[in-house]
């Protein structure tokens, strides 16, 4: 199929945006993350609490924006390793939730779509063959390729969504990004990209802590378009170009 150079590139995200990671994936991951984070802070024999387990996990991610990078600086941590421990289920595919014709819509969407998720690769390409829409992009940037400069910089790193546009050739007024995160969409925005929030699967105080939205969850500034469903994106076309 043939793009024109004016069509849009879409940026999407997985968890929370294309199906319902809080129903049960984030609770699993999140009960990974702790195991995991209690045997790198312990002394080798005892894991450590908690309570130093959620301090740990709450001043990486306000001070790196993923606590990955935080274990990885401070604790000599291997991404790899990780990823694949915290995100290792022994049945994915039937904590899956998601909406049904997600295939349909993509469809329905003019330009290019990438996937751009903070997950790692084994994981996302499970759930994207589970949802029947791995077709539907044309790049899969999972967190393993979100390097700059041989440092993981994954979203909402300004240096990543740069580094995207360049390798695609595309211009910041050309892409989309499709989010339940409101701090990847401010960068996004501050870059001059077209901002969509997904809200359907947001919980306050999300595990994962990722998400964190306010009780009431009216559209910032940095906002373009507040959707409840991805499956609404067709429909607001007109506010996005």
């Known amino acids: ?46 894991p450590a609490s908690i309570d130093e387990v959620n301090a740990a996990r709450t001043l990486y991610w306000k001070r790196y924006g993923a606590t990955l990078l935080g274990l990885i600086r401070h ?7 990780f990823l694949h421990e915290t995100h290792h289920m022994d049945d994915l595919t039937s904590m899956i939730r998601h909406e049904k014709g997600l295939g349909r819509m993509l469809k329905r969407l003019p ?16 759930v994207l063959r589970h949802l ?52 990847n969409l401010r960068t996004a925005h501050a870059l001059g990209m077209g901002t969509v929030w997904v809200t359907q699967y947001l919980k306050v105080g999300d595990p994962i802590g990722t998400a964190h939205p306010p009780k009431r ?14 499956k609404h994106l067709p429909a607001q076309l007109a506010r996005l170009r």
């Not at 779509?113 to 997950?119: E, S």
């Not at 969850?217 to 991805?230: E, F, I, Q």
Request: hydrophobic share 45%; glycine share 4%.
């Open 75 to 81: 604790h000599g941590v291997k991404a790899e390793h």
């Open 111 to 126: 330009g290019r779509k990438i996937l751009l998720t903070n997950a790692p690769h084994r994981y996302s390409t499970a």
């Open 132 to 183: 029947g829409i791995q077709r539907q992009f044309s790049h899969h940037i999972a967190i393993e390729s979100m390097r700059v400069h041989r440092q993981l910089r994954p979203k909402p790193s300004k240096l990543l969504l740069r580094k995207v546009m360049r390798r695609h050739g595309a211009t910041a007024a050309r892409c989309i990004l499709v989010e339940d995160t409101l701090a």
């Open 1 to 46: 199929m043939n793009i024109k150079p004016s069509a849009p590139v879409w940026l999407f995200d997985l968890d929370n945006t294309l199906h319902n990671a809080s129903h049960a994936i984030f609770p699993a991951i999140m009960a990974n993350m702790n195991a995991y984070i209690a045997r790198v802070l312990g002394d080798g024999t005892t």
């Open 217 to 230: 969850l009216h559209r910032p500034a940095w906002v373009d378009v507040k959707v409840k469903s991805v």
